[in-house]
């Protein structure tokens, strides 16, 4: 049996099925997809195609004010940072100033305090010096204020500089090793060790960039300076030691410290020199607190040595 299926058979009805399969396939929009359509275009054509134009309108405009809001707020974000970094700068310089002030103040205190001790020793000399017993304290005194580094000092002797590594011109600051940069600086243990070494090779007097160490000086280290008697110093560090410089030298230059120096810069470059001096000054160091004192007692036989009763 063959021949055209889909076409009716002369006289007879076309089939339900056929009908539905033709309108599916003659009508692949739904219909009112098609209605809505066609009333878009219809109203396109009778506004000329203005409301398109509106529409892009309105999207390029609500664009634009987009990007203007994120320009104005990558304003506002630049300009409080740029016043917090100002606000920054004006407190650090603000800090700096008093610092300043406070240091020029501590200096003037200083000098005031100096003309106070001069005065003050001048004026007991006068009164001590009128009588033998007074003279006899007056040289006890000098001793111990000789002991006790509160009095300048001139002299012969040893000067020994250290100094921190210096930069690595191939260094790199990103990728470099904390402990190699932490080991080319001069510690306050450094320090130590020379002093050490130095008063027991026989020197007198020792100080370091002109502070004058005394039986109760510190030197520590508070974060990345060194401080001496509580007052920062800075390399190169100057020890300078009066006593004989050939006897010094020899002492110092023989010590497992300045052994332990050496190797410190034979292997991370610190400057280590030292260097014999005709002449080396050293101020007068800060007095101990005076803690307590009492009149001295005459003897019986008043060319006779008193007994001790000063305490300092």
Avoid: C, H, K
């Avoid at 058979?9 to 599916?24: C, H, I, N, Y």
């Avoid at 506002?76 to 917090?84: I, N, P, T, W």
């Avoid at 603000?94 to 001048?122: G, N, P």
């Avoid at 020792?206 to 401080?227: E, K, M, S, V, W």
Wanted: net charge negative; glycine share 10%; hydrophobic share 40%.
């Amino acid at each position: 049996m063959s021949g055209d299926t889909g076409s009716p058979v002369p006289g007879r009805q076309r089939s339900l099925g056929a009908s539905l399969l033709d309108q599916v396939l003659a009508e692949t929009l739904d219909p009112a997809y098609e209605r809505a359509a066609a009333d878009r275009r219809a109203r396109a054509a009778a506004t000329g195609g203005t409301g398109e134009i509106r529409s892009r309108r309105a999207s390029s405009l609500l664009v634009a004010a987009t990007l203007v809001v994120a320009g104005l707020l990558a304003a506002v974000a630049y300009r409080e940072a740029a016043e917090g970094a100002q606000g920054r700068e004006q407190v650090r310089e603000a800090l700096i100033e008093d610092i300043r002030t406070q240091s020029a103040t501590t200096d003037d205190l200083a000098e005031q305090l100096d003309e106070l001790i001069v005065e003050v020793t001048r004026t007991r000399e006068a009164a001590l010096d009128a009588t033998a017993i007074g003279q006899n304290a007056l040289t006890r005194l000098a001793a111990a204020q000789q002991g006790a580094g509160v009095v300048a000092v001139t002299g012969p002797g040893l000067r020994v500089t250290l100094g921190n590594a210096a930069a690595d011109a191939d260094s790199d600051p990103v990728g470099g090793s904390p402990e190699i940069a932490l080991a080319g600086l001069v510690q306050d243990s450094d320090l130590q060790l020379v002093v050490n070494a130095l008063w027991s090779a026989g020197a007198e007097a020792i100080g370091i960039n002109g502070q004058r160490l005394g039986p109760t000086t510190a030197i520590r280290q508070a974060g990345g300076a060194i401080l001496v008697d509580f007052r920062p110093v800075a390399s190169p560090y100057q020890v300078s030691a009066i006593g004989d410089p050939d006897e010094l030298a020899n002492g110092f230059l023989s010590s497992p410290e300045a052994t332990y120096v050496a190797g410190l810069e034979r292997d991370y470059g610190l400057t280590f020199e030292f260097a014999r001096s005709d002449e080396l000054s050293l101020p007068a160091g800060r007095g101990a607190e005076l803690r307590f004192a009492r009149p001295l007692e005459r003897s019986a036989d008043a060319g006779s040595t008193p007994t001790p009763t000063n305490g300092g």
